[in-house]
């Protein structure tokens, strides 16, 4: 017997037609309604199957209190790829999932044509699903042959230092050169000839015979998840697996980190004017629907409280808006698919805007109270992006390996223009100290900018 089509399949239907109308291009997006139980899964792993971890465990009883307090609730979660996957809570209302199914397909046009997920998606391939659900099969045969502790211990190093990727650097990276390239001598010119045959010239140098082995790493090494699983002197094949593996998916993760105000307030533009347009809603609906709208884009924390962290929907959506609106829709997709949130925060955030979204860098004392620091639009604009600057981990390379092994880490704190929290450095040194099973040391600056070294 024929399945019946629910009322949100042919409003969903209708909706991707008049997306298609209106210009949107994506890859087919699968929409899969799930329980409550399942979304929170699904939203604290980061992806429907996952590696296993104890980490996944505590944010998932955090997400519970948030959700309990009313602080959180998840409408859906979706995956860039061909195809997207996504997944709506079946708590919600049809209005709410209606709305959302037009938020996703924002999202869907948001990851095929901006350029850093597209480079993303070429290098990895669009099934990021499927991919962890593999790496997460692998990670339980490493814990049938070794034991779950063992595992477990690969995987704190491996997460704690899952930020230290290289994002401008490629997924498949070979090893460095085992040797130096030969440097080949050129001509003799006619001076060095003349030189050569003056009295008491020296003699010339005789390079020495054979090849020379190039430096361990030839060049400061950012993308330290790939260092320790090349490099490490001890680590067995499953253990340099599992640091690869997160590396993988850490670099899946980047460029939804690094667009997440643009992807969604996109998103929310795009199911704000789907809805308008979408004249084959019903009027109580598409109410609801709006209402749903307003109160995921709103600028306050609650009431008329004034938010301490910017919602990326509002901000996102009202520059949109305005890009929109000021430069007309062509101009806004090339925006779309050029920038990232830094060129686009930094490009199109004015003086105006920032003053019509009231938005100011406040300072907190010792005793809770807060104060409005500054109001400049510059340093707003950099308050919003400093958290995002290198995947929000600071900035740390591999310099040297010694001869014993022994590991140099030097943090570059004057271009991410940071001191570390000294005893949470600690802590990641040594889990790097775990699996690297030689010395290793950081070169940094404590919060106060003062020199610092720490060894494990």
Known sequence: MPRRVTELEQYAASIEELAKRLGLDYYNVDFEVAPASLMTEIAVYGLPVRMPHWS?????????????????????????????????MDGNSLAE??????????????????????????????????????????????????GMEKVEAVLDAALALESHVDVDGE??????????????????????????????????AQAEPGPVRAPVPPHPEFDLLWFIAHYAPELEQWER?????????????????????????????????????????????????IKAHSDVVRPYAAGQETALAINPYHLGFTLWEHIIDTHGLARAR???????????????????????????????????????ANRDVNAVREAILAPKFNYGAPRVAVTEMHTDGSLVLVHEHKSDGRGLDVNRAKRVLEYARRVWRRPVRLHTVNDRGEPAELSA
């Open 56 to 88: 996944f465990g505590v944010r998932y009883i955090h997400q519970l209190v948030r959700q309990s307090m009313g602080h959180s609730k998840i409408f859906e979660v979706m995956f860039p790829g061909d195809p997207c996957r996504a997944f709506l």
């Open 97 to 146: 999932n209606t709305l959302v199914t037009a938020h996703v397909l924002g999202h869907a046009d948001f990851s095929k044509n901006n350029q850093l997920f597209a480079r993303f998606h070429e290098m990895a391939g669009g099934n990021i699903v499927e991919h962890a659900a593999a790496h997460a099969h692998r990670i339980q045969q490493a814990i049938d042959k070794v």
């Open 171 to 204: 997924l498949h990276r070979t090893r460095y050169p085992e040797f130096m390239p030969e440097r080949s001598q050129g001509p003799e010119s006619a001076f060095q000839r003349r030189f050569r045959h003056l009295p008491g010239a020296p003699a010339a």
């Open 241 to 289: 697996d599992i640091f690869l593996m997160v590396r993988s998916e850490s670099l899946y993760f980047y460029p939804v980190f690094a667009c997440q105000i643009m992807n969604e307030g996109w998103a929310s533009y795009w199911h704000a004017r789907l809805l308008r347009e979408a004249e084959f809603l019903p009027q109580p609906l598409y109410l609801s629907a």
């Open 334 to 372: 090339e925006v779309m698919r050029d920038e990232d949130d830094f060129g686009f925060i930094r490009n199109f955030l004015d003086r105006d805007l920032a003053e019509k979204l009231e938005l100011f860098v406040y300072e907190a004392s010792s005793g809770d109270e807060i104060k409005v």
